[in-house]
């Protein structure tokens, strides 16, 4: 790398983002000089604010929500180099910019699965998941997790518009969809009570924002190995304090995710791997 790089995040809300204390301490284990900002980016602006990092000199870039989809769109109509994880997700988190050409890359699933590493490793291997939502948070970690063969993967949500979507998208017999009012039915609740379990429950809406109710019926904390929050907070999101209720002591909200997304996308464009656990294990100096 030259003596100092550019780079950024954009995304709308943008105010919230970590990315800029990361990667600057990435940058402060390498001794790398770089600098990386926080752009807020309205959907209507997306292909100006690209073209816009690209003129003045950005070596890359990541997007967050909700741009991660239409930055995929943009990049297939513009010819630019698609990785095999960004086409699988139908979405991208990370843009390398290099003069000859522009490279975009989704580390979300990568980062989701090593996050798994943290604090004790938890192998998804022939367990039993359960994910709350079926959006872009969900299309982005569904293939890493189907490459490891977990037992099952139901995933549940509130309209059956998305549901259809990912049912076509990822075509495994690992998976099964229902709706998040036939799975809180007394019915479903009687047979999950009688017969099994889910290992692994994934919240991967964004209702930890909002503060909404926990989704599920609590019931279905009680046996579970791992609940996890992909929504990451100073304190336990409200999903996590409920599952801890409910007799579930392994939750993990996501921060551990995105500092291993982070990392990979350091990599990308620095080929320099960081020591995230370290980062991770002084997770509240982010949170002051």
Not at 37 to 58: C, F, M, Q, W
Not at 100 to 106: A, S, T, V
Not at 237 to 264: H, I, W
């Amino acid at each position: 790398m030259t003596s100092s790089e550019k780079f950024a995040v954009i995304g709308d809300p943008i105010s919230h983002s970590k990315s800029p204390q990361l990667h600057n301490k990435f940058g402060d284990e390498f001794k790398v000089k770089l600098s990386y900002d926080k752009i807020h980016t309205h959907a209507s602006e997306l292909e100006a604010r690209v073209d816009s990092l690209i003129e003045k000199g950005y070596r890359g870039f990541n997007v967050t929500l909700p741009l991660k989809e239409a930055m995929y769109k943009i990049g297939n109509l513009r010819g630019y180099d698609l990785s095999e994880r960004s086409i699988r997700a139908q979405s991208v988190n990370t843009v390398l910019i290099r003069k000859e050409k522009i490279f975009l890359d989704n580390t979300d699933g990568t980062g989701f699965i090593k996050s798994m590493n943290y604090p004790h490793y938890f192998d998804l291997h022939k367990k039993n998941l359960l994910i709350i939502g079926a959006g872009g948070a969900t299309k982005g970690i569904l293939g890493p997790i189907l490459d490891v063969y977990p037992a099952s993967i139901t995933i549940s949500n509130r309209s059956f518009e998305k549901i259809a979507l990912l049912r076509e998208r990822f075509n495994s017999p690992l998976l099964s969809f229902n709706l998040l009012k036939d799975l809180n039915s007394e019915s479903n609740l009687n047979e999950y009570e009688n017969t099994g379990s889910f290992d692994v429950i994934i919240n991967a809406t964004s209702s930890s924002v909002s503060m909404e109710d926990s989704l599920i019926n609590p019931k279905y904390f009680k046996k579970a190995k791992l609940i996890i929050d992909l929504f990451y907070a100073k304190k336990l999101t409200s999903f996590l304090r409920v599952a801890k209720e409910y007799g579930c002591n392994n939750v993990m909200d996501g921060f551990p995710m995105l500092v291993e997304q982070a990392a990979e996308s350091f990599y990308i464009w620095t080929g320099l791997k960081p020591d995230t656990n370290r980062i991770i294990a002084k997770r509240d100096v982010f949170f002051e």
